[in-house]
T-cell receptor, first 113, second 110 residues
Framework: DAGVIQSPRHEVTEMGQEVTLRCKPI?????LFWYRQTMMRGLELLIY????????DSGMPEDRFSAKMPNASFSTLKIQPSEPRDSAVYFC???????????FGAGSRLTVL | GESVGLHLPTLSVQEGDNSIINCAYS??????FIWYKQESGKGPQFIID?????DKRQGQRVTVLLNKTVKHLSLQIAATQPGDSAVYFC?????????FGTGTSLTVIP
């Protein structure tokens, strides 16, 4: 298995631009999580899906952030418009149900200028 | 003004010594715990897990101890190697979600 695949690995953009981060979970995993990692706040849970349905999005910082999971093999995290304080590494993770090992992707490093 | 980041606890050990990394968790309802290792530029990687009905679990060179009374978790690494240098996170599972601690930075001195 190729593991959790995230793209892009690095993105540099200007304030106000739309950013879309993508994730392909491990085949067969039915839970998907988006985390953000910064020096200020560590690893923060943004949102998680179970069977493609968003279960808890209370960690999503603002309405500028949205996440979708149109099918079991794909999810997106969108920031529109982006701001410099959104600069962080965004991780996607998947698991088989919600109480088993999370497998993380390599992350998407976002820099908003 | 100056931004202040998380003050990561740090641990430095000599190669070959044993390492102990500690973690306090917050929710008595947590029933599953995982230790992750994160190397620079990579995502967190699973090391070992333990369920709340156990107080000890051993893997290859690693042992996790769980004390539910004081909500404390520890990771012991035997014969620490330079490749063990990383940030280590504990994660607690409150059904359906995982929450991560701030992490401990381990440096192994050759």
């Amino acid at each position: 298995d190729a593991g959790v695949i995230q793209s892009p690995r690095h993105e540099v953009t200007e304030m106000g631009q739309e950013v879309t981060l993508r994730c392909k979970p491990i085949s067969g995993h039915n839970s998907l999580f988006w985390y953000r990692q910064t020096m200020m706040r560590g690893l923060e849970l943004l949102i998680y899906f179970n069977n493609n349905v968003p279960i808890d999005d209370s960690g999503m910082p603002e309405d500028r952030f949205s996440a979708k999971m149109p099918n079991a093999s794909f999810s997106t995290l969108k920031i529109q418009p982006s701001e410099p304080r959104d600069s962080a590494v965004y991780f996607c993770a998947s698991s088989l149900s919600g109480a088993n090992v999370l497998t993380f992707g390599a992350g998407s490093r976002l820099t908003v200028l | 003004g100056e931004s202040v980041g998380l003050h990561l606890p740090t641990l430095s050990v000599q190669e070959g010594d044993n390492s102990i990394i500690n973690c306090a968790y917050s929710n008595s309802a947590s029933d599953y715990f995982i230790w992750y290792k994160q190397e620079s530029g990579k995502g967190p990687q699973f090391i070992i897990d333990i369920r709340s009905n156990m107080d000890k679990r051993q893997g290859q060179r690693v042992t996790v101890l769980l004390n539910k009374t004081v909500k404390h978790l520890s990771l012991q690494i035997a014969a620490t190697q330079p490749g063990d240098s990383a940030v280590y996170f504990c994660a607690e599972n409150i059904p359906g979600q995982f929450y991560f601690g701030t992490g401990t930075s381990l440096t192994v001195i050759p």
